[in-house]
């Protein structure tokens, strides 16, 4: 599997082109097969003034809250669908770097880095409908594991090699990639593909699974110690940014499946290569604005105004240039669509008293949430990153994980460098929170970095940033799944969106924390919007379905449902007989 996390098609052709045709392609010229990098605007104003034709004579209004994949995906779909949108976000710069995030020396950063898995098909299709001006992804990478006992094991390109059916393509292709974790151990996992087949038949063994531990899980299943502890802890800490004990099992299991039994290819990542907010949210805010919609930093939203059992404004504020003067406006539309992080989704209900009275929102309290540090690094040689630019690590301290990545390898604007540019970017980072700047660095630089390739600890950093994001990301805690919202609220026209957004059998297949998810649930807010004024929703306008099951997976799974349903009527006989 890749290993390298978040913070979460076929394959490419040469010169970072690619070509990828999505299901809807068939049903007009909206969706078609990118072959050839054409100016960004031209086709994205064109698909945009398609919702001429689908709009309402009196253009309905929308506000859009926040500046991610969630809330630039549903005012690109509501544009799309008709409406007037205006999105609004607190930091200065929505869609493009924050002046404020610089490194010692004035460069401008991004925070983290951040995968494109091959599932994610509506990603895929939004940069194919930008019509950019060139690939803004790298071609497909292997990923690589490390701890303070050297290099793991690397995961090929699983599209390089022959297909073969889920879950063995995975066991073979990566069984000879293992430098310590023996066969033996590797095989205990079999008796959670039980587990992977029936997590999510239904609400009832969902909410089951979401109310253990993942670490229960593992030993109720009889993983082996080693695999437990040098493979399955590390990993899914990196990918969820929980330690398995703090972590719900079906959360895990959502994303195991991924990796166990979907389809090969969907192991293969690709990254962007440069920042996202420049070669992706920087022309997706144009094209927005183009067609008419407003995008506007700046504005911290401190509470949603009910009247009459719906939403009516949102009050915003921003600081003045010095800091301390205050304006404060009121936001009115016909929808709103909250497409924030739990953190600022908990401030505003807490801001809000129309929203604390309801369940929904007073639910959103019992969400946690973790720590994250991203920390990029300029050296003043170039060190040898091998197998892979992109790398997990995890050991080093307890309960902590993490990603590295060489950007001299992976970004555009790095490869003419004298020395190496590192990424490191950790979770689960409280006990990181309290030092300062050159401790973090001294700490990453050498027993991080240096722990996996030694000769890190001979480089001299020229250039660095540390930011911190204290309780920034979503933790999914055992039983959070009853505490997550829907979409769609109690309000009529208020939806969200976002990675918090509930995960359980009945959603959208992108699942945990992804850029797919938040994009996938920021379109179904908007769809929910179009339906709710009385607009029809196009089939093209629909998120892209995850790819369905293999045959076998599929009647594995029936097999499964057919033996809960067993079950359950005997429980209920049994239960009868004893009354």
């Known amino acids: 599997m890749p290993f390298a996390a978040t913070f979460i098609a076929p394959k490419p052709c040469a010169q970072h082109t690619y070509q990828y045709t999505h299901p809807h392609a068939r049903r007009g010229s909206l969706w078609k097969t990118f072959a050839k990098p054409r100016s960004a605007p031209r086709r994205a104003r064109y698909r945009a003034s398609k919702s001429q034709n689908i709009r309402s004579e009196t253009k309905p209004t929308a506000v859009v809250v926040g500046g991610g994949w969630a809330g630039f995906g549903a005012a690109w779909q509501l544009i799309k669908l008709g409406f007037e949108v205006q999105l609004v976000d607190a930091s200065p710069n929505p869609g493009g770097l924050a002046s404020g995030w610089r490194t010692s020396q004035g460069r401008a950063v991004e925070a983290g880095v951040k995968g494109f898995w091959s599932h994610y098909a509506n990603i895929f299709s939004l940069v194919e409908e930008l019509d950019l001006d060139s690939d803004p992804f790298t ?7 490390w701890s303070p006992r050297g290099l793991e094991v690397k995961a090929p390109v699983f599209q390089d090699l022959p297909r073969l059916p889920t879950p063995l393509g995975n066991f073979v292709y990566t069984a000879p990639e293992f ?18 087949l029936e997590f999510d ?48 099992a079906a959360t895990a299991l959502a994303v ?5 039994l979907a389809h090969q290819s969907d192991f293969d990542v690709r990254w962007c290569r440069g920042a996202i907010a420049e070669r992706i949210f920087s022309p997706w805010r144009a094209a927005i604005e183009h067609a008419g919609g407003t995008v506007e930093g700046g504005w911290r939203v401190e509470e949603v105004q009910v009247e009459n059992g719906v939403g009516a404004a949102i009050k915003a504020s921003t600081a003045g240039p010095d800091g301390a003067a205050r304006s404060v406006r009121s936001l009115e539309a016909d929808y709103f669509v909250l497409a924030v992080g739990v953190g600022a989704l ?25 720590d994250v540090l991203a920390v990029r690094l300029w050296f003043d040689r170039k060190i040898e990153v091998t197998p892979s630019a992109s790398n997990v690590l995890a050991g080093f301290d307890e309960g902590v994980a993490g990603t590295f990545f060489d950007l001299t390898a992976l970004h555009d604007e790095y490869a003419s460098e004298e020395g190496s540019v590192i990424e490191v970017d950790l979770y689960n980072a409280a006990i990181f929170m309290p030092l300062g700047d050159e401790a973090i660095l001294e700490e990453v630089h050498l027993r991080y970095l240096g722990g996996c390739i030694p000769a890190f600890r001979s480089a001299r950093i020229v250039d660095s940033s540390v930011l911190k994001f204290p309780k920034a990301v979503t933790k999914f805690s055992p039983g959070s799944y009853a505490w997550m919202p829907d979409s769609v609220t109690s309000l009529s026209n208020l939806m969200l969106a976002g990675d918090h957004i509930k995960h359980g059998p009945s959603a959208h297949g992108a699942r945990g924390l992804s850029q797919e998810k938040a994009l996938v649930t920021g379109m179904i807010a908007a769809n929910v919007c179009a339906e709710r004024k009385g607009l029809r929703v196009p089939t093209k306008l629909r998120p892209i379905p995850v790819e369905r099951d293999e045959i076998h997976i599929a009647a594995a799974k029936e097999i499964a449902m057919q033996a809960r349903q067993v079950f359950n009527m005997t429980r209920v006989f049994q239960n009868g007989n004893s009354v």
């Open 139 to 145: 071609e497909w990478t292997a990923s690589a594991f």
């Open 179 to 196: 430098t310590r974790l023996s066969l033996e151990d590797r095989l205990t996992a079999l008796p959670l593909i039980q587990a992977l």
């Open 201 to 248: 038949l239904d609400e009832e063994s969902f909410s089951k699974y979401d109310k253990m531990t993942a670490r229960e899980l593992f030993l109720r299943n009889g993983v082996s110690p080693s695999l437990y502890r040098d493979f399955l802890e590390p990993i899914l800490l990196a990918l969820l940014f929980v330690p398995l004990e703090q972590l719900s």
């Open 256 to 260: 195991l499946y991924n990796y166990v």
């Open 346 to 370: 908990q401030g505003i209900t807490r801001g809000s008293p129309g929203l604390a009275r309801r369940p929904e929102f007073r639910a959103l309290g019992n969400l946690d949430k973790v």
